[in-house]
């Protein structure tokens, strides 16, 4: 059951950090990052209730769980985010002992789900209620109770092949000729590793079990002890198609800790380079959704258009896909108002030749019909799953980090745009979703070469010092959230990321269910989701 | 749907001339350092192999670690000769090259490792019309029973250890690896580490290399053209020398 503030996202908040204090009188707020940040010491008793009325009551969407081991002790912090006004909660619970047992939120919390599964597979924390822990990350070769990501227990040694038994998911379907159809890890031309196991009885997908993680790099472990310009690499790299998204998450992450002022050029700057890596994205999803629907011609003219984005991307700042420009404290290099003119014309004519495509296939019947409710998301579902981007906005939640919590030169005096969204929530609602926003980034950029501010891109060299801080952002999938700490030594002590694919594929499930075979991976398509983003 | 026939006809020929002729295009590569000896100032080189110090580091960029940080790159305050061009695949051995009967028809089975997405919209970028490989005998096959060419991206994670195997040994012989990217040569940023591999080649045999983070369309057809003998090899400078390896 939803409340009626979920259903109407333009009705006034109230001040929402009084509204906390008020039945949880322990809750200090901040400005953090420039935003209220509202710190409540949780109790394993209300810690569900507390959770409930933060999602349910105030309008609040669960971003990340975050558990540290500091001192001998469990830091576990639930962390919520909301707009402008009601900023962050972090509700902050420990926790003592080689086995706590801490309630589960995921009940009242559904978003909270994968959180709690990943956690107790890389941690070894129990969640108490939750129903489905276990095998998750991890995949079967490792024991279960091995806990890589507690400090000083990485098993170094190599994996034994001949310890591999399968894995087994529960069944739900009890029906005569129901079987369970296989796909993956290694399937179609060029996909993504990723297992999915669709319960049938035969035409239609009665109930589908993903199977994530076979990319796990163990990045947040890897980046642990790292010097925090060799973790951007990382941050640039687990996810190459979002790389300038989330390196400009981990380096806000970084200078917030560090009270690093970003020079008001790197600033806008960042928001240029933000927006089109966005606009490319969203081609390169759009050639998905059309090759998934063998369309070929549609496919080829959208594959163009992304090539030449790309070539564009390589001619004007080095790199394909934007490698190397975010730097701790603003931008490698300049990117000259000119070089950012031709950027914007050249992203103009290609947005040109998208829109033509778009009308083009706003005619054909034959690819309608493989969009036009499939893979439909209801707007509660939605809500319950905390889904975020182009999803959440396909299917009527007009959320966006870039107005509702504005970082790098984003906010309301400065660029801003309108949310777009869809009630539909089907693979053509996402498709618009993909089309408007691609064309909204390349206004963004426009605004941003015509009014670039002069000055240096990058600000004096600073150590690290120790602290811990949240960054975010808006990747062209959706939120992402990056916590950083670093320890006494400037070096990372824990670096935890929410990604935007992480959170939408835990409700990709909503969409396929109840629809035929044929219907999957054009779902998949237009969801637009990366399992290296999921992964990690 | 005539509007879609027409569409196609009026946009042209987009494919390149590549490798009939080289490709001239702004933006088709990001380039490599050279194995210059040069300096950088911001941060370490992750990819040198001369450990310096944290101000002036001298380095000596090894090409197969490279992963595109430009940290060296003469717009960064580097000094490193920096090279265009895409032709970097390398074969590893003298016999990695398949012969001539598989010149102008070759099927070939991606598998992606672990890849962070880039390597593998490089990898699909191959197949659309503007390197369309389909012109040079090159197919996808979904199923590797088809295939003579596995291509490979990603460090090859714990998890992808047995699929990756599996699909190698699906494979009927004679066969050839192509590993490319930085990950699936030496791990990129990730491994190895207690879940990510430092590579395809401790996995499988692989034949041939290609660097790159990720390698540019144009180096994965020069890839696919050195496995099967229609481009020299690329000399690595400061290739790891490898000892040789029993072929299936």
């Known amino acids: ?536 | 749907m005539s509007k879609w026939v027409w569409k196609g006809m009026k946009t042209g020929k987009k494919t390149t001339g590549y490798p009939d002729v080289p490709e001239t295009a702004a933006g088709v590569s990001p380039g490599l350092p050279e194995g210059a000896t040069g300096t950088i100032s911001a941060g370490r080189c992750p990819c040198s192999t001369d450990a310096g110090s944290q101000e002036t580091q001298r380095m000596k960029p090894d090409i197969r670690r490279c992963l595109h940080c430009f940290r060296c790159h003469p717009s960064r305050s580097g000094q490193p000769d920096w090279q265009g061009g895409y032709e970097w695949a390398a074969a590893t051995a003298a016999d990695a090259q398949l012969g001539a009967a598989f010149s102008h028809s070759v099927h070939l089975r991606v598998v992606d490792a672990g890849a962070c997405d880039a390597c593998i919209s490089e990898v699909k970028q191959i197949g659309k019309p503007y390197y369309n490989i389909h012109r040079l005998g090159f197919f996808l096959t979904p199923t590797p029973r088809h295939a003579d060419v596995l291509l490979v991206v990603g460090p090859v994670p714990e998890n992808m250890v047995l699929p990756l195997k599996k699909t190698f040994d699906a494979m009927p012989a004679p066969k050839r690896v192509v590993a490319a990217g930085t990950c699936a040569l030496t791990g990129c940023v990730f491994g190895p580490n207690f879940t990510a591999g430092s590579g395809v080649a401790d996995v499988i045999p692989v034949d041939v290399e290609v660097p790159g983070c990720p390698p540019p369309p144009l180096a994965l057809v020069h890839a696919l053209l050195v496995a099967v003998g229609r481009k020299p090899s690329a000399s690595m400078a400061e290739k790891a020398t490898k000892g040789e390896r029993s072929r299936p």
Not at chain 1, 285 to 307: K, M, P
Not at chain 1, 452 to 470: H, I, K, N, T
Not at chain 1, 502 to 526: K, R, S, V, Y
């Open chain 1, 1 to 536: 059951m939803e409340t009626e503030r979920h259903d109407d996202a333009s009705a006034p908040r109230r001040d929402v950090p009084a509204a906390i204090s008020q039945w949880a009188p322990r809750a200090v707020t901040q400005i953090r990052g420039g935003v209220p940040w509202t710190i409540i010491e949780g109790r394993r008793d209300e810690l569900k209730d507390l959770c409930r009325r933060l999602t349910r009551e105030l309008g609040y969407s669960f971003a990340t769980l975050v558990v540290e081991e500091i001192r001998f002790e469990w830091h576990i912090n639930y962390i919520f985010w909301g707009d402008e006004k009601s900023g962050f909660v972090q509700v902050a619970l420990r926790a003592s002992g080689a086995q706590p047992r801490i309630p589960s939120i995921s009940v009242p919390v559904h978003a909270a789900d994968w959180h709690e599964r990943e956690t107790e597979d890389l941690f070894g924390l129990v969640f108490e209620g939750h129903p489905r822990l276990g095998d998750f990350v991890l995949h079967g070769h490792r024991p279960e109770g091995a806990t890589p990501m507690r400090s000083g227990s990485i098993d170094e040694g190599t994996v034994s092949q001949e310890k591999i038994s399968p894995w087994r998911p529960d069944r739900i379907v009890r029906a005569p000729g129901a079987f369970l159809m296989s796909i993956g890890p290694v399937y179609s031309d060029y996909a993504e590793s990723a297992r999915f196991l669709l319960e049938t009885v035969g035409e239609d997908v009665i109930r589908v079990i993903p199977r994530l993680f076979y990319k796990y790099r163990g990045l947040e472990k890897a980046a642990q002890g790292r010097d925090p310009s060799d973790v951007l690499l990382m941050a640039e790299r687990f996810s190459g198609t979002s790389a300038i998204a989330h390196s400009l998450a981990f380096c806000q992450a970084v200078e917030t800790i560090c009270k690093a002022k970003v020079p008001p050029r790197a600033r806008a700057l960042r928001v240029f380079l933000a927006e089109l890596e966005r606009c490319r994205h969203h081609v390169g999803a759009i050639t998905e959704i059309c090759g998934s629907t063998a369309l070929a011609v549609a496919t080829s003219q959208a594959a163009i258009l992304e090539e030449e984005l790309l070539r564009l991307c390589c001619q004007h700042t080095g790199h394909r896909y934007l490698f190397g420009l975010n730097a701790l404290g603003g931008l490698t290099i300049d990117l000259p108002d000119e070089t950012c003119r031709h950027l914007v014309g050249g992203v103009q004519d290609i947005l040109r030749r998208l829109l033509e495509l778009g009308e083009m296939l706003r005619f054909s019947s034959s690819f309608l019909d493989r969009l036009e409710e499939v893979g439909a998301v209801s707007k509660k579902d939605a809500l319950a799953y905390g889904l975020v981007g182009p999803v959440a906005r396909a299917s009527g939640i007009s959320r966006d980090l870039r107005v509702d919590l504005p970082y790098a030169d984003y906010g309301p005096d400065r660029v801003t745009f309108r949310v777009p969204f869809e009630e539909e929530g089907d693979g053509y609602a996402r498709l618009r979703i993909f089309i408007t926003e691609a064309v909204q980034s390349a206004q963004m950029m426009q605004r941003v070469a015509q009014t670039l501010p002069r000055g240096e891109v990058r600000c004096p060299a600073f150590s690290a010092e120790p602290g811990a801080a949240l960054g975010w952002s808006e990747a062209p999938r959706g939120a992402t959230f990056h916590w950083v700490r670093i320890d006494k030594d400037g070096r990372l002590a824990r670096y935890r990321v929410t990604t935007p694919s992480f959170t939408n594929w835990h409700g990709f499930h909503l969409a396929a269910e109840d629809f035929a075979f044929q219907d999957f991976p054009i779902i998949m398509a237009t969801f637009g989701l990366s399992n290296a983003e999921c992964d990690r």
